[in-house]
């Protein structure tokens, strides 16, 4: 190594650039996070499509119900 490059280390001066990087790095980590959260904790609010269908089991008086269509399912007759 030459001298410059030992001076240069051994002041110290990368290493500070070292945590700058680091500090930078979990800023970001931290906000994408808190945007990942945000993203999945404020779509609960979102309003989304509702469906209103009658219910009768057999032998029993109709119920209303409504509710968000998650999985359909056809049953032949």
Known sequence: MSKKLRKWLRAGSPWVWFNAGAVAISIIMVAGLIGLLAFHGLR???????????????????????GELIESETVLA
């Open 44 to 66: 609960h609010f979102w309003p989304t499509d509702v469906m209103q269908a009658r219910y009768q089991p057999p032998g029993l008086p109709a119920t209303e119900v409504i």
